[in-house]
């Protein structure tokens, strides 16, 4: 697990799938040397620090618009390291010093035995004697040792709303040029830099990015594990490309944190998953590591099928007279909960700005709320509401009742967003008041599910009662944690859906809490299968919630395309399955009943890209999820796409293979082949369809079957 080598001043730590090495000489700063699988390479010693901590009395040792080369960061010395094991983690704390400044930095390491992956975090503590106003504390930082900057991709996505996931794979070079830094004797000032500011922690970019490695397969996968504001970048040192992670900066996000004496700070966490098989190999490793982080929940295990009434079906508008037929299909279809979405609360027709009291409607529920609810339990399915419960809106009672400090604010005044004020849950009343919300939905109604949803994004942060707007940020987004950790004491069977106007807060501070994830507000279904195929590379795939939203004006190859959009994720139903004709409620019955019989298999199951990664135009998309000896493969075509493709499955190559069509099986037959791992199928239709494969590694070969 640990070893110290006095000789070459190392600290190696690890297990069989993940092995770090830290140099740790007294005349240098800490610096991991490798994290890999199992490097064994001779690397040379580590220039990179391992903490970059930049301070208001001593910045960069050198002028520059990066975070590696902090003058304090450079002075930071080992003193001591330890390390220890608590169930299925191995532990590793390294301890340093800058005895200039009295800065102490705590590091962190903790890995899931038999995971490529590990994650960090940084404490700073101030044993000096005098106060230090920190404006940026690393949480993770290391050289990509042992390749070249022209050998590396960089792998990130942009996102938004509608658009979320767009990943991109381009050379490292694109952004970082060649500046022959060797033959000028000095690391470069410049960087790649990608950050997201105010709530909507997934709303610009993602906090998941990579490198890989083209010529050896040597990969990082990270993810900083925040819902506020974040920083990661990577540059060019002499000795290679290096990556450094943050939560709030004071450069980005006018964070500060002044440190008495006595006094600490820790970051954000972060995580960095590490193969030597590429992409999919980091992707993977990064699967099997979030599985570790996640809460344990009954949902983990039973995967329900939820149903919910907004996605282009009620669209806030519930009513008792809609609803219950409603009810009645999405239970004969085979969904196990069904959600009430947004309007349950509202007695007029322009809820937006007045919510926050979340009462039941007595106007759209003439018998009441519980009528519904309880027509939803009498089908054995679990009743579920929408919820939004960080804003108040500004005409909404609950404005006026709740203290102003109750609310995020700048310079005094609340801060005021489409409509409604944020609340800030570092305030106990404001805590309160969300708490008895909550335990009277779960409690007196006996809701079992809650979608969380989040449409508003306050910004910077408050400077009330703290050190800066986003040092008050990160309080509230820290208490937000906390009060969701509460609630799932007191309520361990209430499911909560994380949701931000579809995918706009989608990080693993959350969904280590959360269990599953809307990924998309996208209303087009010929534009959701690039988001759905996207979303395994940042989000589990038994918390991805894709919506599939079949109507009765569709075709069938139409209801089988948008079922599809659900079905390699967390099958999220809704349309208006009360108006359709026995033969297309059958398809969709079909999808849910299929859906239940390969479940179990996501909960083990890592992603794989047969085209690659997506693009958000492109006419063919393909998402494969490897679960043992079983693939399973989504393939969509889009309108203008060649009428047949080629699917690249590596991991079966060399193997006899066994092809099923599991979804559709009563629609008009594609073709398929595998050979040489690879699944080419073409269809004759010219419209948009799809379909889900199953392929069975290890059975004798048999030819693939035909749809029936």
């Known amino acids: 697990m640990l070893l110290g080598d006095t000789t070459t001043s190392t600290v190696s730590w690890g297990h069989p799938a993940l092995r770090l090495v830290v140099d740790a000489a007294p005349d240098a700063p800490a610096g991991i040397r490798s994290l890999a699988p199992d490097d064994r390479r001779p690397?040379?010693?580590?220039?990179?620090?391992?903490?970059?901590?930049?301070?208001?009395?001593?910045?960069?040792?050198?002028?520059?618009?990066?975070?590696?080369?902090?003058?304090?960061?450079?002075?930071?010395?080992?003193?001591?390291?330890?390390?220890?094991?608590?169930?299925?983690?191995?532990?590793?704390?390294?301890?340093?010093?800058?005895?200039?400044?009295?800065?102490?930095?705590?590091?962190?390491?903790?890995?899931?035995?038999?995971?490529?992956?590990?994650?960090?975090?940084?404490?700073?503590?101030?044993?000096?004697?005098?106060?230090?106003?920190?404006?940026?504390?690393?949480?993770?930082?290391?050289?990509?040792?042992?390749?070249?900057?022209?050998?590396?991709?960089?792998?990130?996505?942009?996102?938004?709303?509608?658009?979320?996931?767009?990943?991109?794979?381009?050379?490292?070079?694109?952004?970082?040029?060649?500046?022959?830094l060797r033959e000028h004797g000095q690391d470069g000032r410049g960087r790649y830099a990608v950050t997201s500011d105010g709530t909507w922690s997934t709303g610009v970019h993602l906090p998941t990015a990579g490198l890989v490695d083209r010529v050896t397969g040597r990969s990082w996968l990270w993810?900083?594990?925040?819902?506020?504001?974040?920083?990661?970048?990577?540059?060019?040192?002499?000795?290679?490309?290096?990556?450094?992670?943050?939560?709030?900066?004071?450069?980005?996000?006018?964070?500060?944190?002044?440190?008495?004496?006595?006094?600490?700070?820790?970051?954000?966490?972060?995580?960095?998953?590490?193969?030597?098989?590429?992409?999919?190999?980091?992707?993977?490793?990064?699967?099997?590591?979030?599985?570790?982080?996640?809460?344990?929940?009954?949902?983990?295990?039973?995967?329900?099928?939820?149903?919910?009434?907004y996605m282009n079906t009620l669209m806030g508008d519930p009513t008792t007279a809609k609803l219950l037929p409603l009810?009645?299909?999405?239970?004969?279809?085979?969904?196990?909960?069904?959600?009430?979405?947004?309007?349950?609360?509202?007695?007029?027709?322009?809820?937006?700005?007045?919510?926050?009291?979340?009462?039941?409607?007595?106007?759209?529920?003439?018998?009441?709320?519980?009528?519904?609810?309880?027509?939803?339990?009498?089908?054995?399915?679990?009743?579920?509401?929408?919820?939004?419960?960080?804003?108040?809106?500004?005409?909404?009672?609950?404005?006026?009742?709740?203290?102003?400090?109750?609310?995020?604010?700048?310079?005094?005044?609340?801060?005021?967003?489409?409509?409604?004020?944020?609340?800030?849950?570092?305030?106990?009343?404001?805590?309160?008041?969300?708490?008895?919300?909550?335990?009277?939905?779960?409690?007196?109604?006996?809701?079992?599910?809650?979608?969380?949803?989040?449409?508003?994004?306050?910004?910077?942060?408050?400077?009330?009662?703290?050190?800066?707007?986003?040092?008050g940020l990160l309080d509230h987004n820290r208490a937000h944690l906390a009060w969701l950790d509460r609630v799932l004491a007191r309520h361990p069977g209430l499911t909560l859906e994380n949701c931000a106007s579809g995918g706009m807060r989608m990080d693993y501070a959350l969904l280590s809490r959360m269990q599953l994830q809307s990924t998309s507000d996208q209303q087009d279904p010929l534009r959701y299968p690039p988001i759905a195929v996207a979303a395994p590379l940042s989000v589990l795939p038994e918390q991805s919630a894709s919506w599939a939203y079949p109507q009765p004006d569709m075709t069938d190859e139409q209801i089988a395309f948008t079922m599809c959009t659900g079905m390699l994720g967390r099958l999220y139903l809704s349309g208006r399955l009360d108006a359709m004709t026995a033969d297309q409620r059958e398809l969709v019955r079909d999808a849910v009943h299929r859906y239940g019989e390969i479940r179990a298999a996501l909960t083990t199951a890592v992603p794989v890209w047969p085209l690659g990664l997506p693009g958000f135009a492109d006419r063919w998309l393909s998402l494969a999820l490897r679960a043992g000896d079983v693939t399973y493969v989504a393939v969509w075509r889009r309108p203008g796409a060649d009428p047949a493709v080629r699917l690249e499955l590596p991991h079966l190559r060399h193997r006899p293979v066994r092809v099923d069509v599991l979804y559709p099986r009563r629609l008009p037959p594609w073709t398929s082949s595998f050979d040489t791992g690879a699944l080419t199928v073409a269809t004759g239709s010219p419209g948009p369809a799809a379909r889900i494969f199953r392929l069975v590694a290890g059975a004798g070969g048999t030819p693939p079957e035909k749809e029936s």
């Open 43 to 180: 690397l040379p010693r580590a220039t990179q620090p391992l903490v970059e901590l930049l301070v208001a009395g001593a910045g960069r040792a050198r002028a520059s618009h990066r975070f590696s080369g902090t003058a304090v960061g450079v002075r930071l010395r080992h003193t001591a390291h330890s390390a220890s094991r608590h169930g299925r983690w191995h532990e590793l704390r390294i301890e340093l010093r800058d005895e200039h400044t009295g800065l102490a930095a705590r590091v962190w390491f903790r890995s899931a035995d038999g995971v490529g992956a590990c994650q960090v975090r940084t404490r700073i503590t101030n044993e000096g004697r005098e106060p230090v106003l920190l404006l940026g504390v690393t949480s993770f930082a290391a050289g990509f040792a042992g390749s070249t900057v022209d050998d590396l991709d960089l792998v990130r996505a942009d996102s938004e709303w509608l658009g979320e996931a767009r990943w991109a794979r381009e050379p490292l070079r694109s952004h970082l040029p060649d500046l022959g």
């Open 327 to 471: 009810v009645d299909a999405a239970a004969a279809a085979g969904a196990e909960v069904f959600c009430v979405d947004a309007g349950w609360y509202d007695n007029g027709t322009t809820w937006w700005d007045s919510v926050g009291e979340w009462q039941p409607s007595h106007t759209r529920f003439p018998g009441g709320l519980g009528e519904v609810l309880d027509r939803i339990r009498g089908h054995g399915l679990v009743p579920g509401l929408w919820l939004e419960p960080e804003v108040i809106g500004v005409r909404s009672p609950m404005a006026a009742r709740l203290p102003a400090a109750a609310f995020l604010q700048r310079g005094g005044v609340r801060l005021v967003e489409h409509g409604r004020y944020h609340l800030d849950l570092r305030h106990p009343a404001a805590v309160a008041h969300l708490d008895e919300v909550v335990d009277r939905l779960a409690g007196e109604l006996g809701v079992g599910y809650l979608k969380l949803d989040y449409n508003i994004d306050p910004g910077v942060g408050t400077d009330f009662a703290a050190a800066s707007a986003g040092a």
């Open 223 to 309: 993810q900083i594990e925040h819902n506020g504001p974040w920083r990661w970048e990577a540059g060019e040192r002499r000795e290679g490309a290096y990556v450094a992670l943050l939560g709030p900066t004071d450069i980005d996000h006018q964070w500060q944190e002044r440190l008495a004496p006595g006094e600490s700070f820790e970051t954000v966490p972060v995580s960095i998953a590490v193969s030597g098989h590429g992409l999919a190999g980091a992707a993977a490793a990064l699967t099997g590591h979030r599985r570790a982080l996640v809460r344990a929940h009954p949902d983990r295990r039973d995967l329900p099928v939820v149903f919910n009434d």
